[in-house]
């Protein structure tokens, strides 16, 4: 395979000239030129080779020598599958450096300035900025190197930054690709300096920035970002980078804050905060930017802080051993720093300040003079506000025998599934002027990535191929995704923010403001009156406590302000209290213990710094103030009401408030009228009842006069020897009276018409009694029955009858009416029932 010369890098010319570095950046890279050379700090005379925070683990693993690289999958597992690497991290007090040299492991901001040795510039922070467009991804390709044995499957063609597969000589456009720069050589510094240099710069003068590494897995991502010792990567350089840029613009004044977080299984955790619940992605759609909620961020001022918490991240990251790769990153992790930044006011004043009154540890505190008046004002401009984000992507793989890796392995490759899709989207979009719906949310990767993705970011790609053969068609398709990510469109803008939204502008308003109380207190102390008087010996120590917390407070707060003065004037390199010392120490011991108690009181520092951030950056809760006046004036108001409501009771004990008998009338005359109703009905159905009751009683009168009629009647026919049942029954011989029983029943049978004719025309007055005379004929109605009946009944009540009216139940027994009709004329051989009782059975029936 073809590699690259060892030599400088030609800068990346771009195809427009409208879209490159801006002057602002190129300006910037004359200045770094003309940086001085930092002051030898205190081990500055031991300037070597930057070292990378190492957790325990990757210090004990040295660096596998390149043929022990995987090319192909290797089968062999090691014994031990390694988890998460929490808890592996070193305890405060265990030395973080190999114990061969502890100077040269002491990084601090000059010794990383001047000496890199490593990198392609040689340390030279005036090597010129590589130009890159603006508008567009820059793409990289890093082909790890091949095992020695191994025969690579790409060559490469430097001069044409242009990769194809070995073996073919003139290859098809498809299987041809070009980028930006390809890299084949194991140092990482001629990449940094093409592929992320320029986007730091970006990320210093205001612009969002993201630098990604994508590819395969064990194809060299955690290489190219996170490096080793000798090769440190990207992230490393780029923090030492900052810090750079920072001392070489004293126009202005930063605020660095740093965050570490990985998204395992497709859910965000802190890994500067194990443990803590996870992190939530909110805003971010319509060019919004992301917030990531619950995210700690840490206010870092040194080269040694920023390590500190690279170092914790990393030891909280989840890696394993895979098929592919002995320690495999099982989650895409993200390095973020938040820079504000603002334009200093009046330097040469800040200046003579800071040189005039050195504090206790030799820092100077820019503004803070003791007694003195507070120091340099801000302008009022507004302040830059941007983010970088480095990410170490996991790696594309193939199923592998492990359950817990394939499910990893699943997640892994469905987000950089939907990222392809996303990118592909995008260059779509881009290339036709469509506006097709790119589907951010299918992923929490992509999610997190919304805003740089659809525009507002510079970005750089490095994309890692691994040249084995085996591994072709990973690689193939790793080169496709380069191509397409090209075509993504890019128009990152600068953010500037309101002052009162910054956390560096609250830093200096409460500087000013302790500066302000301190200079009361101080005057007041001064005032003839305190001094003639004796303060007691209690007095002295409060007044002399609050001074000095009102100053230490002034110190933290302007720490955390990084000018180019105080990036590079090296007190961070001692100890800032007293520690205890056991003088029987070797040297070497001594320094041992100097600077684990060094690391642990700036690791002290930091976390009280970070919460304090975190606490200065909590949203504002709303209007306090206002709120609590609105809950006062709320529950005044209450209580206004419940002292109406108690003395109307009061007042109105006996007689009910007026509302409240309307109220009580109303609802009580609802109930009389509705009970008055019930009572009516049941009048009319008492009344209807008795009238019921009178004609019953009528009827049965009629009944009972009727049947004396009859009875009367039969009485006489038998007295006339006409008996009913039997002549000879009889013992008395009756003789017929002429005219006697026919007068009787005509008269009557004429009654008994009226009555009918009565009941036709709607007489009610005329009897039409419902009540029904039912005569059981089926069973013991026999015709007998009446013979008996009225042979029981003494004959001179017969007289009396004077009509009776039969209802019978035709269905019950359809012979009735014969049977009635036949015994009577068996009675009396010549009467109809008709004719007997004056009307007919169905007459009597009462009008339904
Ligand atoms: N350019 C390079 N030069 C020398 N060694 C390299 C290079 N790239 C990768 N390596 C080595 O290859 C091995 C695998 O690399 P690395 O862990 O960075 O892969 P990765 O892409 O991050 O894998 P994964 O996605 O599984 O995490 C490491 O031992 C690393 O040191």
Known sequence: MASTPAKRPTPFTPRT?????????RDLSSRLARTPAPTPAILSSTHKKYKAPLSTES??????????VPGSPSKSRPTSRAGSRMGTASPALTPMFPQHDVEESVVDFQSVGVDLTGDEHGGDVSFPMTEVAVDKVMVSVRVRPAAKSA?????????????????????????????????????????????????????????????????????????????NDDQPGIIPRAIREIFAFIRATPEREYLLRCSYLEIYNETIHDLLAPGAKTIEIQGGSAGGEVILSGLREEVVTSLASVREV????????????????????????????????????????????????PTMNGRHTPGFGGRQTPGPRLRGSSVQSSVLSLIDLAGSERATSDKERTKEGRYINTSLLTLGTVISTLAENAAKGKSDHVPYRNSKLTRMLQPSLSGNARISVVCTLNPDASAVSESMSTLQFARRIKGVHLNAQKKEIVDTDALIERYRKEIEDLKTRLAEREK????????????????????????????????????????????GSGDDSRPGSPVKIDFDMSPYQLQQELLAARLQLESQSNQILSLEATLTARPELPAMEDEKDKRIAEQARTIRELETVVREYEESAVQPPRVDREDVEKEWQAKLDAERKVV????????????????????????????????????????????????????????????????????????????????????????????????????????????????????????????????????????????????????????????????????????A
């Not at 000239?17 to 950046?25: F, I, N, P, V, Y």
């Not at 011989?733 to 005509?746: D, H, I, L, N």
């Open 17 to 25: 000239t409208r879209s490159t570095t801006t002057a602002a950046e």
């Open 524 to 567: 007041e102390a001064d005032a003839p009156s305190v001094r003639t008087r004796r303060l007691s010996a209690r007095e002295q120590i409060d007044e002399s406590k609050a001074m000095t917390d009102l100053n230490t407070r002034i110190k933290q707060l302007t720490k955390l302000i990084l000018t180019s003065q105080s990036v």
């Open 680 to 847: 009516a009905e049941k009048e009319a159905w008492a009344a209807e009842l008795v009238r019921q009751l009178e004609k019953e009683k009528k009827v049965r009168l009629q009944l009972e006069e009727e049947r004396r009629a009859l009875a009367a009647f039969v009485s006489k026919f038998d007295s006339l020897g006409l008996g009913l049942l039997s002549a000879s029954s009889s013992p008395v011989k009756v003789m017929p009276s002429p005219g006697g029983a026919s007068a009787s029943y005509s008269g009557r049978r004429e009654a008994r018409q009226q009555q009918v004719a009565a009941q036709n025309t709607g007489d009610t007055s005329v009897d039409s009694s419902p009540i029904r005379m039912s005569l059981d004929l089926s069973m013991n109605a026999k015709f007998g029955a009446h013979a008996s009946l009225l042979e029981q009944m003494p004959e001179e009540d017969w007289t009396e009858l004077d009509d009776v009216s039969f209802e019978a139940e035709a269905g019950r027994d359809s012979k009735w009416s014969s049977r009635v009709g036949k015994g009577l004329r068996v009675a009396s051989g010549k009467f109809s029932s008709r004719e007997i009782f004056g009307v007919s059975a169905k007459e009597n029936l009462p009008a």
């Open 310 to 357: 690279l170092r914790r991240g990393e030891g909280n990251r989840r890696t394993a051993s895979t098929d592919w790769n002995e320690r495999s990153s099982r989650s895409h992790s993200v390095f973020r720093v938040v820079c504000e930044s603002r334009e200093r006011g009046d330097r040469s004043c800040g200046e003579e300040d800071r040189s005039a009154t």
């Open 59 to 68: 210090r004990t693993r040295k660096v596998p020598a390149l043929p022990t």
């Open 151 to 227: 025969p690579t499957a790409w060559t490469v063609i430097p001069g044409e930054n242009t990769i194809h597969l070995s073996g073919t000589a003139s290859p098809s456009p498809a299987n041809k690709f070009t980028f930006d720069t390809i890299h084949t050589t194991e140092p990482t510094a001629p990449l940094y300096t093409t592929a992320a240099r320029p986007h730091v710069h970006a990320f210093m003068s205001g612009y969002n920035a993201v630098v990604f590494a994508y590819g395969q897995t064990a194809s060299g991502k955690t290489y190219t970002l996170s490096g």
